[in-house]
């Protein structure tokens, strides 16, 4: 196992995403050494390959994500609420991915008619089930 198997797993995990160069920029690598070490987890499952990009096979409920909940919980209920208050009924948005922004989608399930566009699951599933959203 590569020195930088659990590196590149804890990396891809927490952001759900990452480009090659983001990685290699991270760790300090080329994107060579990356690409050569990420395929034996992509080949294990442990993690997929797009194009140019790994993402994580892990459930956007496994943890580290849960555990990013709980921190900081105060500050980003109180951001959530600032969102709610600044989006309005039909209004669209762009939502990234991460705790805050789960956070987020959560107060925004009291706006109808929402287009909501994101990368996240989570936000995804916590938005539309709302009847008028996109």
Do not use: C, W
Not at 40 to 63: F, M, Q, T, W, Y
Not at 81 to 86: I, N
Not at 97 to 123: D, M
Request: no cysteine; proline share 3%.
């Amino acid at each position: 196992m590569s020195k930088y198997n659990t590196q590149i797993l804890e990396i891809v995990n927490l952001r759900g995403s990452i480009s090659v160069l983001d990685l290699a920029h991270e760790l300090r690598v080329s994107d060579q050494t990356i690409r050569r070490v990420v395929k034996p987890l992509v080949n294990s499952g442990e993690i997929s390959k797009v194009h140019g990009a790994l993402v994580s096979n892990r459930s956007a409920l496994d943890p580290p994500f849960l555990a990013r909940m709980t921190l900081n919980r105060s500050a980003k209920i109180a951001i959530a609420r600032d969102v709610a208050r600044l989006v309005k009924d039909g209004d669209s948005i762009a939502i990234d991915t991460g705790s805050t922004s789960a956070f987020a989608a959560q107060a925004l399930r009291e706006r109808k008619n929402l287009t909501v566009v994101t990368n996240s699951a989570f936000v995804a599933s916590t938005l539309a089930m709302i009847p008028g959203n996109n």
